[in-house]
């Protein structure tokens, strides 16, 4: 006669059985559905090239380019301009009750991740959209220049300075970007442009957890305002509407599809 203890261990090495070989079907059900999956994203990536007319891609893309290069060249003139007042220190009501956090990693390294992530995206999945990204983001750059040059506020009081704690914006300031550039802010603006651009779903909600994620950022580290967060949204859907409207009208006659 069997023991009830063998019992109990010969059912436990039967379930373990059936949950290996169940494991087992899993797996080689995913085996075979990874590649699929891979081939459809490059076959949707394929076809939104498909249309694409190349010449016409390629010359309206210099012409923006080059626009928005000069666009971020006018940001740097005036924002060295900004950078020699003398501005007063302020803070705001939220501010004076939010912990201060140093978020730095997430606003350089994160931040430059998380664009670099959307600008592929941008080309992969929207190219024929391109041409209207590299306008809203030079009319961004005109509007955003036109803000911090008359923006009358220096730094919130306690901000922990990206001039002395960040690897990569201890190199930028004063030449890429500056101190006194508060209103709007663009790390709040920037992702939450590419969650208008964008069409996905899966897209749309990365760059607005990114938006809401450096807006969270930048005031934990005091590196923005609370009115500086709000007015990148409420500007951020401005530019984007108007941008929209313009090209429209002006630039998408000159850039044909098949």
């Known amino acids: 006669m069997t023991p009830p203890h063998g019992d109990a261990l010969e059912e436990r090495l039967r379930s373990l059985e059936r949950l290996l070989a169940e494991s087992g079907r899993e797996l080689r059900e995913l085996r075979r559905h990874l590649p699929r999956a891979a081939r459809e994203e490059l076959d949707e990536i394929a076809d939104e090239w498909k249309g694409v007319h190349y010449k016409w891609w390629v010359g309206t893309l210099a ?37 201060l956090v140093n978020t730095l990693p997430i606003l350089s390294w994160g931040w430059f991740a998380l664009h670099a992530y ?14 209207f990204l590299l ?36 190199r930028l300031l004063g030449t890429w970007t500056f101190m006194n550039e508060f209103v709007f802010s663009g790390h709040t603006a920037m992702p939450f442009l590419f969650f208008l651009f964008f069409e996905s779903r899966r897209l749309k909600a990365l760059m607005l957890v990114g938006s809401l994620a450096m807006g969270a950022s930048v005031l934990l580290s005091r590196n923005h305002y609370t009115v500086d967060v709000l007015a990148a949204f409420l500007v951020g859907y401005a530019i984007y509407g108007l941008s929209e409207l313009a090209y429209a009208r002006w630039v998408r006659p000159i850039f044909q599809t098949r």
């Open 118 to 131: 959307a600008i592929g995206a941008a080309a992969a999945y929207s190219p024929k959209r391109v041409p």
């Open 135 to 170: 306008f809203t983001l030079t009319n961004y750059m005109v509007v955003r220049t036109a803000f911090v040059f008359l923006s009358p506020i220096g730094h919130p009081a306690g901000m922990v300075d990206m001039r002395v704690h960040d690897l990569i914006f201890s």
């Open 63 to 99: 012409i923006l380019l080059i626009a928005l290069t000069l666009s971020y060249t006018f940001y740097t003139k005036l924002g060295w301009v900004a950078d020699q007042r003398s501005l007063p220190v302020g803070d705001d009501w939220l501010l004076r009750r939010l912990p």
